[in-house]
């Protein structure tokens, strides 16, 4: 039946608002409109500030996600209101939220706002941010929610046999322009069931229980919000250890796994106990391989995220590490090196530094766009604005002939040398660019002089 604009109106009194900071306006474009599986039809909407999305639109599950730390960094953001519209085939939802002019500081606490139609501001109630929406409860994003009847997709079909629920998730996340639908899939569905990826194929005559299904149902809807699929799981596998992931913590990628080996061929022909110092740990994984592979190595890793240095210390116990990593929560700048538990020289030092050329960041997925913080990423304009201090710290760090391992975007294989050959007092210099396992020159190796 179609609908009307007064059912429409009432499918759109509410929206309640979980928000950060003051907010530019937004305007909400529908880019997406595909078949969301059982006759339904998806309409997702990107969410941008002037050329760069901020947000995503999910229709299916009526919900909103903006990532406010992006959306604070966007450009233009000096309005106190969020001006939201979304439309809707026929029909176009408009609100206005007004944004008070002294927000409360930024931190593990929320403020939940509820803006209906016949109320001209929100009202503002303190709430945990772990309670506020069970399924995202990051400090990183902004959740708008419309109150509507949810559909239990699940439901049309109960008891379904893995491979039939299998394939009538692969389309709906395909219809909604998930990439690699068929991955993420069977990635959650083995996590409900408890079983490696690997066994899925040995349970066709297995049938999902209805709990299963409304778990199953409940993580697949946030990977249809582009949650990334490590996130969404809550854990994911790193080298030789397993990690628990969640957001804005920067997850790993699979090349960063090839500098973890070059530390470990350097650091395998020291004789006495190697001491090693990584820049920037995120969920620990560099650190925790590390410390993992040699069981004599001791190390400090630094880092200016609250949620980066929490994580990596629930990482480093539940691995039994905790005794061999010192953790530091520090921001390194070009004038100030965060003061070290020990004088101690270090055999090595490595990082993963943000160096995403700035205006590369304009055409990030919305999985990272959404989700991860972005300060991760963000190398300026050049990408240089974090190795610059690294190099130009680390070389007082190191003994002589230590060896410094940096991640790099390709094009930094001719800047980063250039930059170096212009610092005087440098005494690092470059000894060899490593590709990873696509080709690229991604890694790049200093000796100490």
Known sequence: MKETARDHEAHTRQLHVHYHQSSPSINMSRSLSSRYGFGRFAQSSMVTVGKQSVGLHMGPVQRTLINME??????????QAINISVDKGNFLSKKTLEVPSNPPSLGPVNFLASCSSTTSSPVFTKSNSDEAVSDFPTSSEAII???????????FHPGLLVPETLD?????????EVPEARLSVEHIVAHVLGVPRSALSRLSEYRMSEEQSQDLERLLT???????LQYVLGEWEFHCVTLSMRPPVFIPRQE????????????????EDPWVLEIGCGSGAISLALLVSL???KCIAIDHSQHAIKLTKENAHSLGLQSRLHLVEAKVTQEKFPP???????????SNPPYVLRKDLLAVDPEIMLYEDLRALDGGKDGLDVIKPILLHSQHLMHKESTLLLEMDPCHQYLIPN???????LSLKVKEVHKDFTGRKRFIEFVKS
Do not use: H
Not at 222 to 228: G, L, Q
Not at 256 to 271: D, F, H, M, N, S
Not at 340 to 350: G, Q, R
């Open 70 to 79: 992006n959306l604070s960094r966007a450009p233009s953001c000096k309005q």
């Open 145 to 155: 929610t419309e109150d509507q009847p949810k559909t239990n997709y699940n439901s």
């Open 168 to 176: 009538e998730w692969v389309e709906m996340l395909e219809g909604a």
């Open 222 to 228: 946030c990977r249809m919000a582009r949650m990334p």
């Open 256 to 271: 960063t796994e090839q500098l973890v080996e070059l530390a470990i061929q350097r650091l395998q022909g020291i004789e």
């Open 295 to 297: 069981p004599k190595m």
């Open 340 to 350: 070290m538990p020990s004088e101690k020289k270090f055999d090595l030092i490595i």
């Open 419 to 425: 930059w170096c050959q212009q610092q005087r007092d």
